[in-house]
């Protein structure tokens, strides 16, 4: 299960090798081949923890590079021992195990590894000697081998190889095999045949076979202690056999260390997958009780009862189970997921697996996830209802079971729709205390592994909504580029869901809000600045001013502040194009102005971009917005802003016939002394160097007022924020060295004093004087 505690050095060293492997354990042959440095060697506990950790990253981390020949730094058991390997997946091939076919393997746990072949199976042959447990689950093509009809090299492009099933294998010579399972078997295999050499099978996991006759069981009576039988379609005779296992303790959570043995009888069955003629009666449950004395765990979810199996209250303290009465002890764990036996009151079981509670959903996810996503996507889903309408009481419990099912089943669409959902409950502000921050990673990266695998719409939606769950950007930093891609290629993909790119947009808005200007720089090489504007071109295409347009452009101006780069950009891709027609198309739409001002307030910092402003056009219809109204004084001041800048640049800049240059100076004029000073801001200074550039100078005055409002403004409504900006940027400095300078005007130097008393009086205030 996902943890909640600090990584061990164990777990940061073997991480960080994996990830550096040539700067560390190997070099690399031929440019290609990664090889073992000959001075290191490695115990198994260090090379058990690289194999199982590389798996691990290999599935869960998009970022991580598998190596083709990584495998084959175990080929020596000289060098590098393993004992205990899981294996999953499409990660492994048959070269793989092949490379390690030396090694004196005690656990080999192979889960879901379709593209082993029958060719492993004989490599299995070279572990026979020392294998204790074994698991081919979900194995299915192990047992095919390729067949070449032809014969020859130039008969395969007529006839190509086909899949035959290998017949002939069987478990002779693993004489130390204890522990085996066999879930989801391919037909057409002869279990019987391949068990029979096992002598003295302690546990055996026959998930999803169907098998008429299961007498061949009784030659373990004596050893067998874990059986699972899920989806087996059961009949009188295989109960029979079952009662006769009286060794039995347990099948369910079946492969632990050879030290602590899984006590548990599995019949449990996914009452969905296809109709079951067997119905469970008192009588069978009586038998077990009766018959299994050792039994300490026993599944069997999903079945129906053929009669009432219940003591009502009446008759007993607490309606109860009848055959259950005859148990010496409780059950360790009682599995009745999607049966009506879970709601009674008593249950004799310290763990019980159901929908009645919080308490049995988690134990179901807990018991469930490894092998069984389609039973586990419904308990998901039931916590998901608990999250959302009740209060979880098991947080940490609940987040952590919900990774891992997750992580274990990314390519399982369920799951990660009714999985990505309850993150978005259990994430919200209301358990935020209670989640630390190795936590939320956590959540982040496998909600950036569904958003990954998966385009369908809900997963893609509740991802988004999670992430939104999150402080941005400060909490998916490190995760930054990853993210920025995902949200990137949901917003251009040709048919989009409106709600999903409302979130997105939003999300992509706020990343490049508040950091640095690497991280936008970096941003914008991905495609940022065109995907925006390709949003604005396509809502003005259907006339539509709504918040993925406001949005957009609001990225647009937090993405291009302080970086040259993604302004020149924006004029790149025709964004000023884009401007006049929104300004054209929707008039009355303030943030939108206000925004797109903004942006250009950017633009027009930048000295080498100033030029491609200075159109007749553009300086009217700047000139035009000094006298708006819209959002208070922001499109007016960002208008002015604009202007400021390109007056900086002097008369000989100006390059234009109409408007002339002291008519708009005036207008600035006008428009500065309208506003008025104490006017709360819809912005966001984080730095105040292009503001202050404008005050050393006497070729633009206006310019030069307009800088010193700006300041006086800020440091006056929002002084605890602003004040100590200015002072470690060095403008009180460049505010005296203005006041003393002959071109300014009177008014902008009182106001550069108002300025500096109130840094002045900031400071003091905030002064310690503690001892």
Not at 260 to 276: A, G, K, N, T
Not at 290 to 307: A, F, Q, R, V, Y
Not at 504 to 510: D, G, R, T, Y
Request: contains cysteine; aromatic residues 8%.
């Amino acid at each position: 299960m996902a943890s909640d505690s600090p990584e061990s050095l164990m777990t940061l060293c073997t991480d960080f090798c994996l990830r550096n492997l040539e700067g560390t354990l190997c070099y690399l042959l031929d440019n290609e081949t990664l090889r073992l440095h000959p001075d290191i060697f490695l115990p198994s506990e260090i090379c058990d923890k690289l194999v199982n950790e590389y798996v691990e990253l290999v599935k869960t981390d998009s970022i991580f590079e598998p190596h083709e020949s990584f495998f084959t730094l175990f080929s020596d058991p000289r060098s590098t021992r393993l004992a205990r390997i899981h294996l999953r997946e499409q990660i492994v091939q048959d070269q793989d195990l092949e490379a390690i076919r030396k090694q004196d393997l005690v656990e080999l746990y192979l889960t879901n590894c379709e593209k082993l072949t029958a060719k492993s199976l004989q490599t299995l042959v070279s572990f026979s000697h020392t294998l204790i447990s074994l698991s081919l689950f979900g194995c299915c093509n192990i047992f095919y081998e390729e067949e070449n009809p032809g014969g020859c090299e130039d008969d395969c492009l007529v006839n190509p190889t086909r899949q035959v099933l290998v017949k002939d294998f069987t478990f002779e010579g693993f004489s130390r095999l204890r522990f085996l399972n066999l879930g989801r078997l391919i037909e057409g295999v002869n279990v019987e045949t391949l068990l029979r050499p096992l002598a003295s099978l302690a546990a055996l996991d026959l998930s999803g076979i169907q098998l008429n006759d299961v007498g061949f069981l009784t030659q373990w009576k004596d050893s067998l202690v874990s059986l699972v039988l899920y989806n087996m379609d059961l009949s009188e005779e295989h109960i029979q056999v079952i009662a006769q296992l009286h060794k039995l303790r347990s099948a369910d959570l079946f492969f632990h260390l050879l030290s602590v043995f899984c006590r548990h009888l599995d019949i449990s069955r996914d009452h969905l997958s296809s109709y079951y003629k067997f119905k469970l009666t008192r009588r069978v449950l009586n038998l077990f009780v009766e018959n299994l004395l050792n039994l300490t765990s026993l599944d069997i979810s999903g079945h129906t009862m053929l009669e009432n199996c219940t003591i009502p209250k009446a008759g007993y303290q607490h309606d109860s189970i009848a055959p259950f009465r005859g148990l010496k002890r409780p059950l360790q764990f009682l599995g009745l997921f999607e049966t009506s036996l879970c709601r009674l009151t008593h249950i004799p079981a310290y763990k019980v697996s159901g929908d009645k509670n919080e308490e049995q959903v988690l134990n179901a996810i807990e018991a469930y996830t490894e092998h069984r996503p389609e039973i586990t996507s419904r308990a998901i889903n039931l916590l998901f209802d608990i999250a959302r309408i009740e209060r979880c009481s098991q947080l940490l419990r609940a987040l952590q079971l919900v990774i891992t099912a997750l992580k274990c089943h990314k390519d399982d669409k369920n799951i990660q729709v009714t999985g990505s959902a309850a993150l978005f409950y259990l994430t919200n502000s209301e358990y935020r205390m209670e989640q630390s921050v190795k936590l939320r990673r956590q959540v982040i990266q496998v909600v950036l592994n569904g958003m990954e695998s998966y385009q369908e719409v809900t997963v893609q939606r509740n991802c988004c909504l999670t992430l939104c769950n999150f402080s941005i950007p400060e909490e998916l930093e490190f995760q930054y580029r990853r993210v920025n891609e995902l949200l990137l290629n949901i917003l251009n993909q040709s048919r989009q869901d409106e709600s999903i790119q409302r979130i997105a947009v939003h999300l992509c808005n706020a990343l490049v809000c508040q950091v640095d200007n690497d991280h936008k720089e970096a941003v914008g090489k991905m495609g940022f600045v065109m995907t925006m504007l390709k949003l604005i071109q396509k809502k003005l295409a259907d006339k539509t001013c709504d918040q993925v347009m406001e949005f957009s452009w609001s990225a647009l101006w937090n993405i291009t502040d302080e970086t040259p780069d993604n302004c020149e950009m924006f004029l790149n891709y025709s964004g000023m194009k884009l401007f006049l027609e929104c300004l054209k198309e929707f008039p009355e739409k303030q943030e939108l102005h206000r925004n797109m001002l903004g942006l250009l307030g950017n633009v027009a910092e930048v000295k080498e971009l100033r030029p491609q402003l200075m159109t007749s056009q553009f300086i009217s219809v700047f000139s035009n917005l000094l006298e708006s109204k819209a959002d208070g004084i922001e499109v007016s001041y960002n208008a002015c802003g604009v202007l400021s800048h390109i007056m900086f640049d002097g008369p000989e800049a100006w390059g234009i016939c109409e408007p002339h240059r002291e008519e708009v100076v005036k207008r600035m004029w006008a428009a500065i002394q309208s506003w008025d000073i104490n006017s709360r801001r819809n912005i966001n200074y984080r730095s105040f160097e292009p503001i202050l550039r404008l005050l050393p100078q006497g070729i633009s005055p206006v310019s030069q007022h307009w800088a010193t409002w700006a300041l006086y403004n800020l440091v006056s409504v929002y002084p605890d924020k602003y004040c100590p900006l200015l002072i470690k940027e060095g403008g009180i400095p460049l505010l005296k060295d203005m006041i003393k300078m002959a071109s300014a005007r009177q008014e902008t130097k009182e106001m550069a004093r108002k300025v500096i008393e109130h840094c002045s009086n900031f400071k003091e205030e905030n002064m310690d004087t503690s001892r």
